[in-house]
Structure formats: structure tokens, C-alpha cells
Antibody, heavy 117, light 111 residues
Framework: EVQLVESGGGLVQPGGSLRLSCAAS????????MHWVRQAPGKGLVWVSR????????NYADSVKGRFTISRDNAKNTLYLQMNSLRAEDTAVYYC??????????WGQGTLVTVSS | QSALTQPASVSGSLGQSITISCTGT?????????VSWYQQHPGKAPKLMIY???KRPSGVSNRFSGSKSGNTASLTISGLQAEDEADYYC???????????FGGGTRLTVL
């Protein structure tokens, strides 16, 4: 069974940093592109970042470019999102997701990041 | 990276059919047959319902169907059931730099 389990969310002050992790199991992690998608409270889904299967290529939404870094450790079956210079508008549930055929076929349950003083 | 445009809400009666539209541009929806649709119940993670415009993943009811014309994609749900009441999001590939863009979401109410 495919499982994606996020961790690392919490309350952080504006300008602070946070590192999210996503532990993957039930599939060959190193074969798939992975993404982070976020959802602000009461709002819609927003694509944040993507990394290819071996970690050699990454993409970011304009809103997080230069502040967030996606990475992966295929030996540990883990996806990461390093978030720096956090802003109030980064407050959201962050979902770890797997993609295939240019669609997300599995989602984690999400981890809440709250940026507030 | 503007979001795709969806109606904020739609409603339909049990057993009826509804269609949710998703309007983009020639840079995303109109340029790629890579539109997907997701269903999200309150407090839950989204679930993939349609990919590549009209393909259904294994296990998704054939009451759900997708189509596209020009810059607008559509999700049709036939034979509405109470459990279909949820938020629905479209998503389109938008090129290698922007990658993906989601719609703003549509709340479906089953009357």
C-alpha cells in the first residue's frame, strides 16, 4: 500500500525557517517524480514544487522561488521541503504527493504550517 | 501563474447530472491534454478522479467523465449521489517552468 507521511509542520514566526519531511513507503520511491502542494485554510490547492526521480531537476512556483528548496534522499525514501524566509501567506497545509502521467495519484494527509508572530 | 477558472459552486439533485467547467489559456489547458480532476471531502486529502483529460484511474466510478474543448476542460458527474458532495479541483500542466496550475475549486452540493 502506498503511504506518504508528512512531518515537520508547526508554528513559526515570520522570517523563520522550517523543514518538512515526507516518508514514503509501499512503492519504489526512486522511480517517481514527487511534488509539494499546499492549501491555505479555506482556500484552494496550489502547486509549490516538484523534483524528478533522481533529484537532478527541480521546479518551483514563483511565490516560493528563492525561498523554498525541494530535495530527496532515495536511500531513505524521503522527500524534503526546506522553507526559509517564511511569510504569513505561506500558512497552509502542505501535502506531499506522487505524480504519474502528469497527475497526482497519491497524496499524504498533510502537515500544517502556521506563520505568525 | 494565474489559477484556472472554475465556478465557485454548482448544485444538482440526486440522480441528475452536473458539469463543472475549468477555463485556462492557450499556455496550459489549450496546449496540453494533461488536465486532471480531484475530489476533496472536508478535512481529507484530495483524490484523483480524472487524468489526461478523460482517463479514469482504477476504482473511480464511470459516473465521472472528463472532456476538453479549446481552453476549457469539463468534469461531468452523472447519476449524482450524496457522497459526490465535495470540492472539485482541476489542474493542468503548463509547461516546464510553471509546471502545474490548479483551478480555484468548485463546491458541489447534492440536493
Amino acid at each position: 500500500e502506498v503511504q506518504l507521511v508528512e512531518s515537520g509542520g508547526g508554528l513559526v514566526q515570520p522570517g523563520g525557517s522550517l523543514r518538512l519531511s515526507c516518508a514514503a513507503s509501499g512503492f519504489t520511491f526512486s522511480s517517481y517524480w514527487m511534488h509539494w502542494v499546499r492549501q491555505a485554510p479555506g482556500k484552494g490547492l496550489v502547486w509549490v514544487s516538484r523534483i524528478n526521480s533522481d533529484g537532478s531537476s527541480t521546479n518551483y512556483a514563483d511565490s516560493v522561488k528563492g525561498r523554498f528548496t525541494i530535495s530527496r534522499d532515495n536511500a531513505k525514501n524521503t522527500l524534503y521541503l526546506q522553507m526559509n524566509s517564511l511569510r504569513a501567506e505561506d500558512t497552509a497545509v502542505y501535502y506531499c504527493t506522487r505524480s504519474v502521467n502528469y497527475a497526482v495519484d497519491y497524496w499524504g494527509q498533510g502537515t500544517l504550517v502556521t506563520v505568525s508572530s | 501563474q494565474s489559477a484556472l477558472t472554475q465556478p465557485a459552486s454548482v448544485s444538482g439533485s440526486l440522480g441528475q447530472s452536473i458539469t463543472i467547467s475549468c477555463t485556462g489559456t492557450s499556455s496550459d489547458v489549450g496546449n496540453y491534454n494533461l488536465v486532471s480532476w480531484y475530489q476533496q471531502h472536508p478535512g481529507k486529502a484530495p483524490k484523483l478522479m480524472i487524468y489526461e483529460v478523460s482517463k479514469r484511474p482504477s476504482g473511480v466510478s464511470n459516473r465521472f467523465s472528463g472532456s476538453k474543448s479549446g481552453n476549457t476542460a469539463s468534469l461531468t458527474i452523472s447519476g449524482l449521489q450524496a457522497e459526490d458532495e465535495a470540492d472539485y479541483y482541476c489542474c493542468s500542466y503548463a509547461g516546464f517552468t510553471t509546471l502545474w496550475v490548479f483551478g480555484g475549486g468548485t463546491r458541489l452540493t447534492v440536493l
